[in-house]
């Protein structure tokens, strides 16, 4: 296996401490269980997505200087969706280094858009205990410049497209809007409208019209979703 675990270090330009770290983001669930053992990269996937929050909010910040707080959240959603983290993890040939069950290797495991995206952000947390946030922003900041064009050609996603895909990535149900107050005559509105995730209220916004407030909603809800993952400083 040593040789797998130097191709994906020089792929990745960190040379792992404890490659236990690597070889757990690399292990499905399917192949723990399969194979009696407890680590796999679910743990890990949690905390390199809150890495990942935390760096891509940095990057866009300094890099998008003249955009508004709705458009970053909008930016960010779309550079952390499972749909954008899966074309990286195809780039990186990742697919072929993941540890499955039988199962789940017959069920073409290594092609699923969740999956990948899933153990792309497991490794994220794996450089972070390994070599700090200095060697996880390395990796995620060339992540996030490999992608740039998309996430310029991504102004024409809108926030409720955007909240969609993320959910959708999450493997949750579709959002729900729901138009809470309309208050003025019928040629100048004024709407109020809830979005809620899992029947969770999750986002509120205002506009002239009903498409207006649920795209302000849209947006509250995807600040909110990234914001609940981030990370304090590193200590």
Known sequence: MSDLWSEVEARLGHEFRDRALLE??????????????????????????AVLGLIAADWLFRNHPGEAEGELSRLKAAAVSAPALARHAEALGLGAWLRLGVGEERSGGRNKTSLLADSLEALFGALYLDGGLEAARRAIEGYLEADAALLADSRSI?????????????????????????????HAKYFTVDVRLRGELAGRGEGRSKKEAQQQAAAAALERLRAESELPAEP
């Open 24 to 49: 757990a983001a690399l292990t499905h669930r399917s192949h723990a269980n399969e194979a009696g053992r407890d680590q796999h990269y679910e743990r890990l996937e949690f905390l390199g997505d």
């Open 158 to 186: 809108d926030a409720k497209t955007a909240l969609q895909e993320l959910v959708q990535g999450r493997g949750w149900p579709l959002p729900s809007y729901e138009v809470i107050a309309a208050i003025g005559p019928d």
